[in-house]
């Protein structure tokens, strides 16, 4: 299980970049994704998949978070193994447990959480009197008052990618980037539900799922 671990370097790497960054999210919620076009292959080829928990990682190889940051959150991976098992992605789960040397998922997703302070300025109009030719006028905009106010916004990153080899670098071959401001909106697992389902949706390769007999 030791290969798989530098694939935790990435999401901590991200959600670094996440902390450090002001992206200027004001709207309710956004969705991105993106996906390597070399790798089409590997997602029409792939079968199986598997996420990774907090608890196959040994304490010193966790990522280094900081408070406001968090990593394999079991209820967002809950939610991805839903997603990946239904369609347009339509992969059979390997449960984490199970993953051995010789029975090893085509692909791992992770997850990662992190919460960032934005900030910025709004404006609102403002009445006042002003004189004119023939006197004294209202003006019930006389002039934009700015008022700064800050923001808390969520981020959920899920990285998707193969199993590294040996000696090799882990790499994200599909990742998705929700953003949300915190305390609009719904809860925070439906926030969830939606995000993972519309980063799912975008599925390179989308196919149908077996049906049951």
């Not at 347009?88 to 040397?101: F, K, M, N």
């Not at 995000?195 to 799912?200: E, G, H, K, R, W």
């Given at each position: 299980?030791?290969?798989y671990l530098p694939?935790t370097?990435?999401?901590a ?11 200027g999210?004001?709207?309710t ?12 292959g ?5 079968q ?12 010193e190889n966790l990522?280094?978070?900081d408070?406001?940051?968090?990593a394999?959150n079991?209820?967002v991976?809950n939610?991805i ?6 369609e ?14 010789e ?5 791992w997703?992770?997850n990662?959480?992190?919460r960032t302070?934005e ?5 609102e109009?403002?009445?006042g009197?002003w004189?004119?030719?023939w006197g004294?006028y209202?003006d019930s905009?006389?002039y934009?008052?700015?008022?700064y106010v800050?923001?808390?916004v ?9 199993p590294?080899?040996d000696g090799?670098?882990?790499?994200m071959?599909?990742?998705g980037?929700?953003?949300?401001v915190?305390g ?10 939606f ?6 949706a ?8 077996p049906?049951?007999?």
């Open positions: 299980m030791l290969r694939f370097l990435i999401l790497s991200s959600l670094f970049g996440l902390s450090c960054s002001n992206t999210v004001v709207q919620g956004s969705v991105e994704v993106q996906w390597d076009m070399d790798k089409i590997e997602f029409k080829t792939a199986t998949f598997s996420v990774l928990t907090a608890d196959i990682v040994p304490p990522p280094d978070l408070d406001e940051q968090m394999f079991t209820m991976n939610v193994i839903e997603a990946m098992q239904a347009p992605v339509c992969l059979t789960l390997i449960p984490t447990d199970e993953v051995t040397d029975n090893k998922p085509d692909l997703a992770a990662g959480l992190a302070t900030g910025g300025y709004y404006y109009c403002v009445g009197w004189w004119g030719y004294w209202w905009c006389a934009w008052r700015p008022t800050e923001w808390d969520g981020s959920l990153l899920i990285p998707v990618g193969p590294p080899a090799e670098e882990p790499e071959i599909f990742a980037l929700a953003q949300s915190v609009t909106g719904a809860d925070a697992e439906t926030k969830v539900r995000a993972v389902d519309a980063i799912f975008q599925w390179p390769d989308p196919r149908p799922c049906q049951l007999p």
